[in-house]
């Protein structure tokens, strides 16, 4: 079905069997740097759902460069536990390859026991915070030298290749850049004294593993930082790596400092594949696109292009690991989707904890959470289609029980419908095409226009139930709030009114912020339009940036805290302020409404009174459960679990990991009888 695909590819002597690569990614499921039965378990089912390449890392090649908590290779004593871990993966059909890195720079020294962070230059970093000690001549060698030790051991643990790391502002990047690297002497100044770093590591590891084993870096297609290196300089820098001994190139975006989007759905699909084929051009040895490749298709079309010889798919594999296998199969309809979201994974990990999935419940817990078949099948009745509702349906009739689902509107989804309305948010809508494809394949009855009742519940005499009847809108007490002006946020996202030209949010939390967004974006031109303007030169840069922006609604919300987003991630918090800015979204923070006017909002503000003029009001302080069903069900002695916002507001996340651990427990308790 996807002939490129599937094609199997040699890299050096490595024959690897299709074009799919799981690329290193940063976990978080240790805290010692060690290697537990947590990652084993992960890696067997990156290997084992059908991906040809499976890349661990990063890890570390000394406590200077990669800190205490990420994986490491600096000590002979782990080569044991990588050698379990090249054998687990390998056993499910997959080879493996091992990412080596040094932060430089980006290290935090309260995570290298106090160490000093080195670099190219003694710069201070945005991503760090620190200014790391510029590096002497013997300190450049020691760290070449600990490459060199790291390859040798990731050899003898079994690992099959090597990809070093020369991307996302580390080290090699830092000596690359001249923002970076300030240095007077042979490795600063001129291309060819920033390049002599990596160039030595490359030729200094490619000599002690041998020419028969396959090396490959990672690379910046462009650093997307002010003053640094573009994709006009990054071809140049692609020909001295593959001159000086790899045998594959994998190109992905920018720096983390960069403020354009690397990884959440502001960035496009295949949005920097034009990256991979831009070093494509320039070398002979395979390349590998990166971000945000979420299907089969547009795989196959990056290859079909000729853009790219391998794919990486990331968070595509955390959230269906079974996705290279479903492909293969024909059933992508079934293939559960990553949209973009970073808050199971992205967000966590900038957080200290370790990467999980949104919408699969069992990233990082492959060893623990399983759903297995029941030898007796139950009477399950779920109430409610919403994403809770449908994961508990989904696992319930995988698990074998009996599964009837019921929804009080005309579709599935809930209240995805609504998160999924403001810009760039549509790829929500891929999470209700997943469950409508399960529930189908499933063969899960589901009855619509259903208002649930206990008496029903009894009429149907099931033998659980699980309540996931969702949330409402909070409209909190204030004087004027009934007028025909004022909306709910999901008034606002469900069924896009007509609004005025100006138009108060009132309250600054995810939600807030979203519709703000959607008001603003209403009125300015689509891509299509845009991509037609530009194709023709119909208008200057600088208008075409304005009819992008500027749309038919001036927006300012109002806040009773200091500062706007504080429920919103911290992978993504600075791109929706920077969406703000860009669309004109005024801010008014620390302040209280108290009335809302036919014509103006007065607010409370450093004790003073004010009030601005408007023609539509949104409110946007948060959501209530709807759960006046779990009373009645428990005063009839009914089984019943609650989930999802019903029970405890919260995101998407948590309702359906609460779907899917409905039914774990319902098994253990099974098991128990």
């Not at 690897?16 to 990614?25: E, G, M, Q, T, V």
């Not at 462009?222 to 593959?242: C, I, M, Q, W």
């Not at 403020?259 to 496009?268: D, G, N």
């Not at 831009?278 to 298709?297: D, F, G, L, Q």
Request: charged fraction near 20%; proline fraction near 5%; include cysteine.
């Amino acid at each position: 079905m996807y002939p490129l695909l599937f094609t199997p590819i040699t890299i050096n002597t490595l024959q690897i069997k299709n074009r799919i690569a799981y690329p290193a990614l940063g976990l978080l499921y240790s805290y010692d740097s060690l290697l537990n039965d947590r990652y084993y378990e992960y890696f067997r089912e990156k290997a084992k759902g059908g991906a040809g390449l499976v890349t661990v890392g990063p890890v570390g090649i000394d406590i200077a460069g990669s800190g205490r908590m990420a994986l490491s290779l600096a000590d002979d004593d782990k080569i044991p536990s990588f050698k379990k871990l090249t054998t687990i993966i390998k056993s499910e059909g997959a080879q493996t390859f091992v990412q080596l890195f040094h932060a430089g720079a980006y290290s935090y020294s309260k995570l290298t026991d106090d160490v000093q962070p080195i670099a190219p230059s003694s710069v201070y970093s945005k991503y760090s915070k620190q200014v790391p000690r510029e590096m002497t001549l013997e300190d450049i060698e020691m760290v070449q030298t600990a490459f060199v030790k790291a390859a040798l051991r990731a050899q003898e643990a079994g690992f099959d290749g090597i990809e070093i790391i020369a991307s996302a502002g580390y080290l090699i990047t830092q000596f690359l850049s001249p923002i970076t690297n300030k240095r007077t002497d042979r490795y600063g100044g001129s291309f060819e004294n920033r390049v002599r770093f990596p160039r030595e590591v490359i030729e200094k590891v490619r000599k002690a593993v041998g020419f028969d084993f396959p090396l490959g870096i990672r690379m910046a297609g462009n650093d997307f930082v002010k003053g640094s290196n573009t994709d006009r300089e990054t071809p140049l820098f692609a020909k001295v790596y593959e001159d000086a001994g790899v045998d594959i190139i994998n190109v992905t975006g920018g720096w983390h400092e960069a403020k354009i989007p690397q990884l959440p759905m502001e960035l496009p699909r295949m949005g920097y594949a034009y990256l991979a084929a831009t070093i494509k051009k320039a070398v002979h040895v395979p390349v590998m696109a990166s971000n945000r490749i979420a299907t089969p298709e547009a795989a196959e079309k990056i290859l079909r292009d000729s853009m790219a010889d391998m794919v990486n798919l990331g968070r595509v594999l955390i959230a269906d690991p079974d996705w290279p296998t479903k492909a293969k199969e024909g059933k992508t309809n079934l293939i559960r989707p990553c949209v973009g979201c970073n808050q199971g994974c992205t967000d966590t990990l900038f957080s200290g904890m370790p990467v999980g999935c949104v919408l699969n419940a069992r990233a990082g817990y492959e060893g623990e959470r399983n759903i297995m078949k029941t030898d007796t099948p139950l009477r399950i009745m779920v109430i409610g289609a919403g994403p809770g509702g449908l994961e508990a349906a989904v696992r319930a009739k995988e698990a074998g029980h009996r599964v009837e689902l019921y929804e009080m509107s005309t579709d599935i989804g809930g209240q995805l419908w609504i998160a999924a309305a403001p810009p760039h948010k549509h790829e929500l809508l891929e999470i209700i095409r997943y469950y409508r494809a399960m529930v189908k394949h499933l063969d899960i009855p589901v009855f619509y226009n259903t208002a649930m009742t206990v008496e029903l519940i009894k009429e149907k005499n099931p033998d659980h139930v699980i309540i996931a009847t969702g949330a409402e809108a909070v409209m909190p007490p204030i004087e004027g709030i009934g007028l025909p002006h004022v909306y709910s946020a999901w008034d606002v996202l469900d069924n896009d009114p007509v609004l005025g030209g100006n138009v108060a949010v009132i309250g600054g939390g995810a939600v807030g912020i979203e519709t703000a967004l959607f008001i603003a974006n209403k009125g300015t031109i689509s891509p299509e339009i845009l991509h037609f303007l530009m194709f023709f030169d119909a208008e200057p840069v600088d208008r075409l940036k304005e009819l992008i922006t500027q749309g038919t609604s001036k927006v300012t919300i109002i806040e009773m805290l200091p500062s706007i987003g504080k429920d919103v991630g911290r992978s993504t918090r600075w791109i929706l302020n920077t969406e703000l800015e860009k669309f004109g979204v005024s801010t008014m923070t620390s302040a209280k409404v108290i009335e809302i006017a036919n014509h103006d909002v007065i607010f409370e503000k450093d004790n003073i009174v004010q009030k601005i003029p408007v023609d539509n009001v949104v409110i946007a302080v948060g959501s209530k459960p709807v759960n006046s069903l779990l009373g009645q069900v428990e005063k009839c002695g009914i089984q019943y679990t609650a989930i999802g916002d019903c029970k405890k507001i919260g995101k998407i996340n948590d309702a359906i990991h609460e779907g899917f651990m409905a039914i774990v427990n319902l098994q253990k308790e099974t098991a128990k009888i």
